[in-house]
């Protein structure tokens, strides 16, 4: 079968499509035939060398995927062949024809979902799902700032606050971005690019402030982020390449709160209630995963640089 190998850490170029071994399930293991690959910044990082967690060498990179059961080993319980899934990790990595996973990498594609939509869950909306109410706490009613909305996961964040209530406003940097933002429903759409936004935002919530903001790139916006937020407002960061620094008094006058997180840190009872509520709202239709760009597997490396030096319009995804 073909798969990405990176055998050095380093730029895209470093990965390669070669053909490698068949995989073969071994208990409790199953493999999938993957249709679609989603991909994420993480990504980049780790590949570059530059991430705290780096995998042993050679290596196939990813973690979200969606595709078929082809075949499952013994003591698997949960799946079976032929069976729609997507994926939060595996064993083997995803950016390939087929990966080897456990049951608990795997989750239930609704039929309603197709592949590549499927291959725009795992990072994107578990992660903005955990910062939304396993880390800010979110309520219904209260206002919530997407800074950054028109990617993967500020897309996942706006349709999952609005399902659940809350008061959207989201920025995003170009014409394109803010159409996709203004499609997603009854969200206030925004253009971080301008210098008055943050006015904008302080009209818009009648100078109460924000309750909760979702933060893409705190190296460029966080300090900013703490003028504009409600009293006990939490500010979660999700993104950021770089440092900044910020004045600790706009915290301390309104008892609030800045909490980083990365999805890798989520405990199992977690992650279990991140998919059961993504799978609730792919079944109801009140998720809906926008596919951007789309790259054949063996053009993985141009798909890394689009991402990182481009702005995002909803998920880019590989096709093996």
């Known amino acids: 079968m073909k798969a990405i190998r990176v055998h050095e850490f380093g730029d895209p170029e470093v990965m390669k499509l070669e053909t490698v071994d068949e995989l073969k399930p071994g208990p409790g293991q199953i493999v999938i035939t993957i249709k679609a690959v989603g991909i994420n910044p993480v990504e980049a990082y780790i590949r570059s060398g530059g991430y705290a967690r780096k995998p042993n060498l050679p290596y196939t990179p990813g973690s979200d995927a969606a595709g078929v059961v082809d075949s499952v080993g013994e ?11 997507y994926t939060w990790g595996s064993i083997s990595g995803v950016y390939a024809e087929r990966s080897l996973c456990t049951e608990a990498h795997l989750h239930p594609l609704p039929d309603n979902v197709d592949f590549k939509q499927g291959a725009a869950l795992g990072v994107p909306y578990a992660t903005a799902y ?18 950054g909305g028109s990617g993967g996961v500020g897309i996942a964040a706006i349709q999952l606050a609005l399902a659940a209530g809350c008061k959207v406003i989201a920025t995003a940097g170009s014409e394109a971005g803010r159409a996709l933002v203004a499609s997603q429903g009854k969200a206030r759409v925004l253009d971080h690019s301008t210098s008055g936004y943050l006015e904008q935002i302080k009209s818009l919530t009648a100078d109460h402030g924000v309750d909760v903001i979702v933060e893409m790139l705190a190296n460029s916006n966080l300090a900013n982020d703490l003028e504009i937020l409600a009293p006990k407002g939490r500010v979660i960061i999700v993104g950021s390449r770089g440092p900044i620094a910020i004045d600790p008094r706009h915290l ?7 909490t980083g997180m990365v999805l890798f840190n989520a405990q199992e009872n977690e992650l279990k209630s991140i998919h059961a509520a993504i799978i609730a709202g792919l079944s109801n239709a009140t998720l809906r995963p926008v596919i951007g760009r789309e790259f054949s597997l063996g053009d993985a490396a141009l798909a890394h640089r689009r991402m990182m030096e481009e702005r995002s319009l909803g998920k880019t995804v590989l096709i093996p």
Do not use: C
Request: glycine share 8%.
């Open 75 to 85: 003591g698997v319980r949960e799946f079976k062949s032929g069976d729609r899934v």
């Open 252 to 258: 301390m006058g309104r008892d609030a709160s800045i």
């Open 130 to 147: 955990r910062a939304l109410f396993q880390k800010a706490f979110a309520q219904p009613s209260e206002t919530v700032l997407i800074h």
